[in-house]
C-alpha cells in the first residue's frame, strides 16, 4: 500500500454476525485497517444505510453498539483507525444532496439491488416497484457520498460489492467532466475469496438460512450448535475427506498450521468419528473467541464508552470531510 493512500470500509448494523462474516470481512477488514498508517483507514458502520429497512430506531441504534462492540473487541484499533457511525457525520448529507444533481436516473436502474427488487415483484406478479424507496432506490449516491467524501483511495469489497465502487467511480467521474477534477477516482480492492464458508446444513453460511453460527455465543450454545453441524453416514473407523467436510473447512480457520495438519491425518487415516471432530472444533473456536467474547460484553455493559468512541471517530472523520464539501460547495455554488 502506498503511503498515502485512504482507505474506507462501511459496515451495515443488521445484527450479531456470524462465523461466516468474521471468516471472509471482519478479520480482514481489521487486518488492513490496523495495517494502514494511522488516520489514513476510516470505517464507519453505515446506519443511514439500514434506514430504507429499518423503521424501529431503538433496533437501529441497538445494532449499531453491537456491531462497534464486535469491531472492538476483535482488534479494531480506534485509535488508529478513524471509527464511527456514519449518522454523526452531517457532512455525508450534504455531499449526498449535490452528487444527486450529477447523477443520472439510468446509473440507479442497474443498481443490483434495485434489480433484485424488480425481479422479486415481477415474479411474484406485483408492480414493479411495489416495495421500493428511495432509500432503496438512490443507496448508490449515498454509498458514493461516504466514499469520496474523505478522499478514498482504496475501498476492501468482496466480489459481490464490486459495483458500489465502481458507481462511486461513475459519479466522480460525472462530477469531475462538469466541475473540474475535485474527486478522486477510487478502486475496489477485491478481498481474496476464502472459499464458500458453511453453515450447519453445508449450505453458504447465511442468517436468511437459519444455519448460522454467531460468533459470540456463549460456550454452551456455541457447541451445541457446532454439534448439530450435518455430516455424511461414514463410520468412527472409515477414512473421511476433509476437503469437503464443514467440520474441518471451519477449522482451519481458528487453528495453526500444525494442529490443521494432525487433524487432515485423522481424518485422512480413519479411527475418529465426527461427534470427536466437532468437539475439536469447538474447542479451537472457543479458545480462539473467548477473550474477544468477554471483551464484547464488557463493551456493551458500558454503551456511553462505545458511544464515546464512536463520537471521537466521527470528530475526526468531519475534519478529513470538511475541506472535500467546502470545494464541493464552491464549485457548484459559488
Known amino acids: 500500500m502506498q503511503k498515502k ?3 474506507l470500509t462501511g459496515i451495515k448494523p443488521t445484527g450479531m454476525p456470524h462465523l461466516g462474516n468474521l471468516i471472509g470481512a471482519i478479520m480482514p477488514m481489521i487486518k488492513l485497517a490496523n495495517a494502514a498508517p494511522a488516520g489514513q483507514s476510516f470505517a464507519f458502520i453505515a446506519d443511514l444505510h439500514a434506514l430504507n ?3 424501529d430506531r431503538h433496533e437501529i441504534a441497538t445494532h449499531v ?3 462497534a462492540a464486535v469491531y472492538l473487541a476483535l482488534g479494531l484499533d480506534a485509535e488508529h483507525t478513524i471509527f464511527f457511525r456514519q449518522s454523526d457525520v452531517p457532512e455525508v448529507y450534504a455531499l449526498n444532496t449535490f452528487l444527486m444533481n450529477v447523477t443520472p436516473k439510468g446509473l440507479m436502474n442497474r443498481a443490483h439491488s434495485y434489480k433484485a427488487a424488480v425481479d422479486r415483484n415481477t415474479a411474484a406478479g406485483a408492480d414493479t416497484d411495489a ?5 432503496l432506490y438512490t443507496y448508490p449516491v449515498l454509498m458514493a457520498a461516504d466514499i469520496l467524501l474523505y478522499g478514498t483511495d482504496i475501498v476492501p469489497v468482496g466480489s459481490d460489492q464490486k459495483q458500489h465502487v465502481e458507481f462511486a467511480r461513475d459519479i466522480a467521474g460525472y462530477f469531475n467532466n462538469i466541475y473540474g477534477d475535485v474527486f478522486k477516482l ?4 477485491i478481498r481474496a475469496e476464502t472459499g464458500l464458508i458453511a453453515g450447519l446444513d453445508g449450505r453458504k453460511m447465511s442468517k436468511s438460512y437459519g444455519n448460522q453460527i454467531p460468533i459470540f455465543d456463549e460456550p454452551a450454545e456455541l457447541k451445541k450448535k457446532i454439534m448439530r453441524i450435518i455430516t455424511d453416514s461414514k463410520l468412527p473407523e472409515e477414512p473421511k475427506n476433509p476437503d469437503v467436510s464443514t467440520i474441518f473447512q471451519l477449522y482451519t480457520h481458528f487453528a495453526d498450521a500444525a494442529a490443521v495438519k494432525d487433524l487432515r491425518a485423522r481424518f485422512e487415516s480413519g479411527g475418529m468419528g465426527y461427534g470427536d471432530a ?3 472444533l469447538f474447542e479451537a473456536v472457543n479458545d480462539y473467541l473467548s477473550a474477544p467474547r468477554e471483551r464484547y460484553k464488557e463493551l456493551l455493559s458500558a454503551p456511553d464508552k462505545i458511544d464515546a468512541i464512536l463520537a471521537h ?5 468531519r475534519a478529513a470531510a470538511a475541506p472535500i464539501l467546502d ?3 464552491k464549485v457548484m455554488l459559488g
Open 131 to 135: 416495495g421500493v424507496n428511495m432509500g
Open 186 to 189: 477510487p478502486t475496489p480492492s
Open 313 to 317: 471517530g466521527a470528530e475526526r472523520a
Open 5 to 7: 493512500e485512504i482507505i
Open 65 to 67: 453498539r453491537e456491531i
Open 327 to 329: 470545494k464541493v460547495k
Open 53 to 55: 429497512a429499518v423503521t
Open 278 to 280: 466437532k468437539k475439536i
